[in-house]
T-cell receptor
C-alpha cells in the first residue's frame, strides 16, 4: 500500500529565502507525482506535475525534482514571498487511477 | 468561468439525515473524483468515476454513493449521516486522454458539519 510522507510538517522563513520541501513515497511504481498548494479554506491548486519518466519540472520560482528509485521528490521555492504562505501537498498517482496524498507542509513566509 | 464547482459551500445538518453535494466540471474531463479532508487535514480519495463507471471505492461506507448523471457531473449522496462524516469534501477532475498532463483540478470544497 502506497504511503506518502512530507517533511517538515511546518516551516517558517523570512521573506527572500530559498527553501526546500520534501516528499517521500514507499512504492516507486508511480505514474506521476503532483505538487499542490492549498490556501486556508480553499481548494487545491496544481503547481507542478512530474511524469515518472521525468526528473524535474520548473514553473517560475518553483522547481520540482523526482527520484523515483529512492521514492523522493523535492519542491524548491526560490526567493520566497509572503504570498507563498500556504500548505503544500504532494500526491502520487499509481498505474490505476489511485491518487495518494501526503499530509502537507504548512509554509509561512514572514515579511 | 469556474473549472470545477461544488454546491453547497457549507452544509450543516443533523445526525441521521440524508444529504447531497453537487459537483460540476466544465473542462471536458473524462474522470471525476471525490476526496475527504478530515480535521487533521489528511486528504483521502473516496471515489473515481470514468465514463459513468466507478473505478475506485476506497473502503468508503456504503452510506456514501456517487451519482453521475453525465460526464460533467459527479454528485455525492450521503445517507444516515454520522458525526464522523464531518469534514471538507473536495471534488476533482482529470483528463486521462491527455497523457502529457493528467493534472487534477479541484473544486473549492464543501464543509460538512454533522450535529
Amino acid at each position: 500500500k502506497q504511503e506518502v510522507t512530507q517533511i517538515p510538517a511546518a516551516l517558517s522563513v523570512p521573506e527572500g529565502e530559498n527553501l526546500v520541501l520534501n516528499c517521500s513515497f514507499t512504492d516507486s511504481a508511480i505514474y506521476n507525482l503532483q505538487w499542490f498548494r492549498q490556501d486556508p479554506g480553499k481548494g487545491l491548486t496544481s503547481l507542478l506535475l512530474i511524469q515518472s519518466s521525468q526528473r524535474e519540472q520548473t514553473s517560475g520560482r518553483l522547481n520540482a525534482s523526482l527520484d523515483k528509485s529512492s521514492g523522493r521528490s523535492t519542491l524548491y521555492i526560490a526567493a520566497s514571498q509572503p504570498g507563498d504562505s500556504a500548505t503544500y501537498l504532494c500526491a502520487v498517482r499509481d498505474y490505476g487511477q489511485n491518487f495518494v496524498f501526503g499530509p502537507g507542509t504548512r509554509l509561512s513566509v514572514l515579511p | 468561468d469556474t473549472a470545477v464547482s461544488q454546491t453547497p459551500k457549507y452544509l450543516v445538518t443533523q445526525m441521521g439525515n440524508d444529504k447531497s453535494i453537487k459537483c460540476e466540471q466544465n473542462l471536458g474531463h473524462d474522470t471525476m473524483y471525490w476526496y475527504k479532508q478530515d480535521s487533521k487535514k489528511f486528504l483521502k480519495i473516496m471515489f473515481s468515476y470514468n465514463n459513468k463507471e466507478l473505478i475506485i471505492n476506497e473502503t468508503v461506507p456504503n452510506r456514501f454513493s456517487p451519482k453521475s448523471p453525465d460526464k460533467a457531473h459527479l454528485n455525492l449522496h450521503i445517507n444516515s449521516l454520522e458525526l464522523g462524516d464531518s469534514a471538507v469534501y473536495f471534488c476533482a477532475s482529470t483528463d486521462h486522454g491527455d497523457m502529457d498532463s493528467m493534472r487534477q483540478f479541484f473544486g473549492p470544497g464543501t464543509r460538512l458539519t454533522v450535529l
